[in-house]
């Protein structure tokens, strides 16, 4: 199974709201990523988890958690969104990080829309 | 600061020739690059990776070389089909614990 799988696949948050976009794998790999990208751009890195520790923060918002609950899932807590933050929320994996020569799997996203 | 840039014109190719996607690094050495490929709507999908030094890497009608003296990747679509229309991403990473740089990506469009 070479699959990341994420949920939802659309979400519509007011600015108060709390939500949460969810990650799986079931590869064993052991990285965990979070990305956002916006239309016509490149994936921003937000988060790394290496051995469900977190290893890479991005100087990303507070408004943002993440959480790393075992080695296949990853989760990202929203609250208080801002109406910039819509995007596509994507996660990936990899083996390992090991200098990050292994290739990433991407899930198809959660198409994040803050009113 | 570290970059990636692609090519962000959009390149339009007739069904069967050879579409080569460039890909220039700035500022840094990547020790390896990696190519994607994103469909709209979808999250990128591995292509191929090479690292600084290989000169070159084959994937069935996929091909990619790596310039260390000119700071460039080049990647070759031969015999393109209108099936390979998207946009690819050159990514670029090292020594920051799996971290990629991403270019802009460029769109690619083959037609029949």
């Known amino acids: 199974d070479t699959e990341v799988t994420q949920t939802p696949k659309h979400l519509v948050m007011g600015m108060t709201n709390k939500k949460s976009l969810k990650c799986e794998q079931h590869m064993g790999h052991r990285a965990m990523y979070w990305y956002k990208q916006k239309a016509k751009k490149p994936p921003e890195l937000m988060f790394v988890y290496s051995y469900e520790k977190l290893s890479i923060n991005e100087s990303v918002p507070s408004r943002f958690s993440p959480e790393c609950p075992n080695s296949s899932l990853l989760n990202l807590h929203l609250h208080a969104l801002q109406p910039e933050d819509s995007a596509l929320y994507l996660c990936?994996?990899?083996?390992?990080?090991?200098?990050?020569?292994?290739?990433?799997?991407f899930g198809p996203g959660t198409r994040l829309t803050v009113t | 600061s570290q970059k990636i840039e692609q090519n962000s014109e959009a390149l339009n190719i007739q069904e069967g020739k050879t579409a080569t996607l460039t890909c220039n690094y700035t500022?840094?050495?990547?020790?390896?690059l990696q190519w994607y490929r994103q469909d709209p709507g979808r999250g990128p999908v591995f292509l191929l990776l090479?690292?600084?030094?290989?000169k070159e890497k084959r994937k069935e009608r996929l091909k990619v070389t790596f310039d260390t003296t000119l700071k460039q990747s080049l990647f070759h679509i031969t015999a393109s089909q209108p099936a390979d229309s998207a946009t690819y991403l050159c990514a670029g990473g090292g020594n920051q614990g799996g971290k990629l740089i991403f270019g802009q990506g460029t769109e690619l469009s083959v037609k029949p």
């Open positions: 990936a994996s990899s083996q390992g990080l090991a200098g990050g020569s292994y290739e990433q799997y």
């Open positions: 090479i690292r600084e030094n290989e």
């Open positions: 500022n840094y050495s990547p020790a390896y």
